[in-house]
DNA sequence: ATTTAGACTGGATTACATCA
DNA sequence: GTGATGTAATCCAGTCTAAA
């Protein structure tokens, strides 16, 4: 008797508050963490809740107060639940019932609300995918211009340096045609567009071309 | 008939008590 | 002092059910 007394006192200097900071989740003592211990108490006599006539609906003012509770805090240690009870006129049982509840539903709603987050964040992620697919099209088509626009350059520069003396040069010997001694500024004009749309867009030619 | 909320059950975990 | 075991308190998930 005196003994369990004695832990009283000891357990109150180390009872902690906060012991389950969000969802519920079973205990986990976290590593390094001087180990909470949970108050511990002696079976007190009276007990016959259980006997007793059911209280069905908590009055208003009884559900404020076990409200307010909840919202400084959603555990509810030995010496609250005991307060709350006699504050309350209700068997600790109770109000222990009460916030298991309370926690329970709480948890749920909670969780609903993460998943209608997740869903509305899902369908605006959609919505930007096809956007950008969009773009990947028009981006596309405007690349294929582009190229066309080049190719024919090519062709009209193919047409001036034929007139030329070097004309004899084959393709091979003067490396990539774009390298060729005329066109330079029609062809550079061209890339820097062609460029210029990548940048301004922020893809890469590599992912443009494999598309 | 459906929803809400109080109560219960069962399994798990933890802290503490007791005993060999 | 220490490990094994028992017990009480508490948690959560799931369920039941009276009352609105």
Not at 35 to 51: A, L, M, T, V
Not at 69 to 82: A, I
Request: hydrophobic share 30%; charged share 35%.
């Amino acid at each position: 008797m005196t003994s369990s007394m004695h832990h009283e006192v000891d357990d109150q200097m180390i009872l902690i508050s906060q012991y389950y900071p969000g969802i519920y989740t079973q205990l986990v003592p976290e590593q390094g963490e001087a180990k909470p211990r949970r108050r511990r108490k002696k079976n007190k006599g009276s007990e016959g809740s259980s006997g007793g006539v059911r209280k069905r609906k908590l009055s208003e003012e009884q559900v404020n107060l076990l409200e307010q509770n909840f919202g400084d805090e959603h555990k509810l240690e030995s010496e609250r639940k005991d307060k709350l009870a006699s504050e309350l006129g209700l068997d600790p049982r109770q109000v222990a019932v009460w916030f298991q509840n309370r926690r329970a539903r709480w948890k749920s709603k909670k969780l609903e609300e993460e998943y209608s987050k997740l869903k509305t964040d899902h369908e605006s992620t959609v919505v930007e995918k096809c956007r950008l697919e969009t773009e990947v099209l028009k981006l596309k088509e405007e690349l294929s211009q582009a190229e066309r626009e080049i190719q024919l350059l090519m062709e009209r520069c193919d047409g001036v340096s034929s007139n030329s003396p070097s004309s004899s040069l084959s393709m091979d010997a003067m490396g990539p045609p774009f390298l060729g001694e005329f066109g330079m500024e029609g062809l550079e004009k061209a890339f820097d567009l062609l460029e210029n749309n990548y940048i301004i867009h922020g893809l890469e030619w590599v992912n443009l071309y494999d598309m």
